[in-house]
């Protein structure tokens, strides 16, 4: 087995005094992509808010690199390779795609931020070709790409999608999990959020299915895609 890279210790937490996430226990190996599933409202947003550090951690500890980062800033998060992509208000809809990759890596120095959106635009051709074009104009699979862009031009250890293929339609959500699979393919980890729980899972290494703010199923994402007992964690039967 991998190292394992973030570590998620009897984990509870919300939004301010409001829980919504219990008695979470979670590891996460270096390379891999985990799936985090389950129905509305079982608490997947709000964990992985809970592990980038802008959502409350009631109780519990967070560990990332062998770091405890419990208390750390989100801001500092990012700076020690932590990526996190929110499902809502993830990019500057008003900048150019140009402008939104440059404020995404505003800590780089000017020769690593040109290379690293050359790096993007490789892994994105549509929206290299749109680069002046306001991103708020873009389609909405053009703009989930300058979002992920934003992400990764800090070369990311770890990297949380939040519902990158929400509101698509179904092609546009293949192709979101197409540029997945080559961002896993390029080393990293990813831990993914994702209503499309068979295709997310399809798409992973292993699955973890929450409900009612815990972890009721966890295993290998070919062997949970048809089971019953995913069936049985969804509607909790």
Do not use: W
């Not at 389950?38 to 709000?46: E, M």
């Amino acid at each position: 087995m991998s190292t394992e890279i973030l570590i998620l210790e009897n984990v509870s937490g919300g939004y301010g005094k409001l829980p919504v996430v219990f008695d979470v226990d979670l590891k996460v190996y270096e390379g891999e992509t985990i799936a985090v599933i389950g129905p509305n409202g079982s608490g997947k947003s709000t964990l992985m808010k809970i592990v980038a550090g802008v959502a409350t951690i009631h109780s519990g500890r967070i560990l990332f690199k062998n770091e405890e980062i419990t208390s750390v800033p989100a801001y500092i998060r990012t700076i020690k390779g932590l990526g996190y992509l929110p499902q809502v208000d993830n990019i500057f809809p008003h900048l150019t795609v140009q402008e939104n990759l440059e404020m995404g890596g505003y800590n780089l120095s000017k020769e690593m931020l040109r290379d690293r959106i050359r790096m993007i635009f490789q892994l994105f051709p549509e929206i290299e070709k749109k680069k002046m074009q306001k991103a708020g104009t873009l389609s909405g699979g053009e703009r989930q790409m300058v979002a992920l862009g934003r992400v990764l031009i800090n070369n990311p250890d770890l990297i949380i999608l939040d519902e990158p293929s929400a509101n698509l339609a179904p092609k546009l959500v293949s192709k979101i999990f197409e540029k997945i699979r080559e961002i896993k393919n390029m080393g990293k980890t990813i831990v993914l959020v994702e209503q499309h729980a068979k295709k997310a899972l399809e798409y992973s290494d292993r699955g973890v299915v929450m409900r009612s703010g815990r972890i009721v199923l966890t295993g290998r994402g070919d062997e949970l895609v048809n089971s019953t007992e995913l069936r049985q964690a969804f509607l909790g039967t």
